[in-house]
């Protein structure tokens, strides 16, 4: 399919994702695009909806597993710097879509602004953790979210309110929405305790480093009042194998893939466990891994 002249210059042709992504398994994106401009990525929406293309957003990568067939879609990176700007007025952050998470949260802190601590050591970018309804230690980032400015397949910008996303536990409705930007609302603390308090945080996140060397993922969503890491240690599965993928033995709510790991190993383990942990405790344990 032909691009226009005004976007052609961007797309890639069957680009390798695999390096793009925490697991670094999968095939090639059929179309792949780094728009450097918050124009230019409307362009390329604009576009591959005239030609009946797919559109999928990589940001991070840290919570995605693409097949090694590849999929057939238009790709875009959101890595650019232009789409992770950072802004705050008054007690209000305004983020890009691509902007990384742990940028948004030091930002934050670093005005004096509370709020988004929680998600200290939570990879991927704003639109992801978005998406996902990321959070930590009972605070999810709905929950301060007052509104998302996204771009419609036909090129069309519009600002939704924190109740459209539906935000829920590790949830929204938000799919594979392009997300340009976010408003958070935060609140004014003092810089010092505010400092702290985000010193204590990150302690306790990395008190229990994960073990093992390789590329890793969290597959599971914690169940609300539980966590996938207990549950899968109670019923014995810490450290389970399947082909060239494992769950850590210290941490088993966290998946580590070795070299000659396929998509098929990730997604026969994770299925093996779900169905363990549903017959052995009754909890239908959800995937946290988008699957391309």
Not at 114 to 137: F, Y
Not at 150 to 161: A, E, N
Request: include cysteine; aromatic fraction near 4%.
């Amino acid at each position: 399919m032909q691009f226009p002249d005004s976007v052609a210059h961007l797309i890639q042709y069957d680009h390798e994702l695999a390096p793009h992504l925490w697991l670094g398994i999968g095939g090639p994106a059929r179309y792949f695009a780094e728009p450097t401009t918050r124009q230019e990525l409307i362009e390329l929406v604009i576009a591959a909806n005239r030609l009946g293309i797919q559109v999928r957003v990589l940001g991070g990568g840290s919570n995605l597993l693409a097949r090694e067939s590849g999929v057939d879609c238009l790709v875009v990176s959101l890595a650019a710097a232009a789409l992770g700007e950072l802004s705050i007025d008054g007690d209000r952050l305004r983020a890009g879509g691509g902007a990384k998470l742990s940028h948004a949260v030091t930002h934050a802190v670093g005005a004096g602004l509370a709020g988004l601590e929680h998600m200290l050591g939570i990879p991927g970018t704003i639109g992801g953790a978005l998406v996902s309804n990321a959070g930590a230690r009972g605070r999810d980032i709905g929950s301060v979210t007052e509104e998302i400015e996204v771009l419609g397949r036909d090129g069309q910008v519009r600002t939704i309110g924190a109740d459209e996303a539906q935000f829920s536990h590790r949830r929204s409705n938000l799919g594979d929405t392009v997300i340009l930007s976010a408003t958070f609302g935060l609140e004014a603390t003092d810089l010092e305790t505010l400092t702290k308090r985000m010193q204590k945080l990150w302690i306790i996140r990395h008190a229990s480093p994960a073990q093992g060397g390789g590329r890793i993922a969290v597959p599971f969503v914690d169940p609300d009042g539980a966590t996938a890491h207990r549950l899968i240690a109670d019923i014995g599965l810490a450290g389970v194998r399947e082909g060239g993928v494992s769950l850590n033995a210290e941490k088993p709510g966290i998946l580590v893939a070795s070299e000659g790991a396929t998509s098929d190993d990730c997604l026969k383990l994770i299925d093996r466990v779900r169905e363990q942990v549903l017959l052995q405790t009754g909890i239908d344990l959800q995937t946290n891994l988008r699957i391309w």
